[in-house]
Structure formats: C-alpha cells, structure tokens
C-alpha cells in the first residue's frame, strides 16, 4: 500500500467539469445523486440480505429475481456515482457516510421469514421511488436533462423491480 497521501479533491466539494453546468446547479443535483447513491446502496444490502437468506416453497424463484435485482441496484448506484463525478463532485462512499447519508434505514441483521422481507423491501423500494421522482424534477428544473434523463431509466427499472416485490407478496391465486 501507498504511503503517499495526495488528495485530488476534498469529498463533500464541487468542482467545475467539462459539462458545463453551473457549479451552483450542479451542487444541488451532485447533493441529489448522493442521496440517491445512499439509499440505492442501502437498498443493495438489503435485497442481497435477502437473496442469500430465502428459503421456501419458491426459494428458487425468489433467490434468482433477488439476485437480479441487487445487481440492477449495483449497476444504478455505480451510473449515479459516475454521473456525479462527472459533473465535479465526489460520490459517497464510506459504509459511515453511506449510512448517514441515506434516506432510507434498513432493516436490522437478523433473518426474518421471507413474507416480511419482502414486505421490508416493498416499503424501502417505494421510499426510494419518491425520492427518486423529486431528484428527477429537481435535475429537470435545474437544466441537467442527461441526469433527469438517467434517473428516469433507473426510476422505470426500479419500479418494475418492486412491483415484482408486489406480485410475490399476493395470495396465492391457485389456493382455493
């Protein structure tokens, strides 16, 4: 390892890029994105919780669409990091400034039946989606149409992904 401490850039600042956003504007959506980034880093740990810990009649099933869906979650939280490093801010990334960051809190570390964890994920997924829609608005109203833009891929994905929480968590239709 490195003895050499040179810090390019101080987390917590904005600097100016390439893009050619205001630093003011892109304050606000680099502050967003982090928020974002938090709560998408939050929401892995918690979906990968539960991918490694399902058990039941439909582990199978549930085991591969958790899988699946912490690595959409991976590859948001890694667009949101890039994004707003690009436009001269820094990603958190700390697991203590992740957590203080986050708008949303996870469950604890205890396993629970897969009904409730589902039922976790379900709420935490709808917290995030509202957040979400206002960062998006936010991006939009400030004039970064490309963040607006990836938000709203990674929103269309997100609530796909937690409507299938949604769908999992429906009474069985084939009881009678």
């Given at each position: ?39 998408t880093y939050t929401f892995y740990h918690q979906i990968r919780k539960h991918h490694w810990n399902v058990e039941g009649a439909e582990f199978r ?68 989606i509202e957040t979400m829609r206002e960062h998006i608005e936010v991006a939009q109203n400030l004039g970064d149409h490309a963040t607006a833009h ?27």
């Amino acid at each position: 390892m490195s003895t050499q401490k040179t810090v390019l850039q101080e987390a917590g600042t904005v600097e100016e890029s390439s893009l050619r956003l205001d630093v003011e504007k892109a304050e606000q959506i680099i502050d967003a994105l982090n928020t974002d980034l938090a709560a998408t880093y939050t929401f892995y740990h918690q979906i990968r919780k539960h991918h490694w810990n399902v058990e039941g009649a439909e582990f199978r099933d549930l085991h591969i669409f958790l899988g699946e869906f912490a690595e959409d979650l991976e590859a948001a939280a890694d667009e949101q990091a890039e994004r707003l490093q690009a436009l001269g801010g820094v990603p958190v990334a700390g697991m203590q400034a992740l957590a203080e960051r986050s708008p949303v809190e996870p469950e604890d570390e205890d396993v629970y039946d897969i009904r409730t964890s589902l039922e976790n994920d379900l709420e935490m997924g709808g917290d995030i989606i509202e957040t979400m829609r206002e960062h998006i608005e936010v991006a939009q109203n400030l004039g970064d149409h490309a963040t607006a833009h990836i938000l709203r891929e990674e929103l269309t994905e997100l609530e796909e992904n937690v409507h299938h929480l949604e769908h999992y968590l429906e009474d069985d239709s084939l009881k009678q």
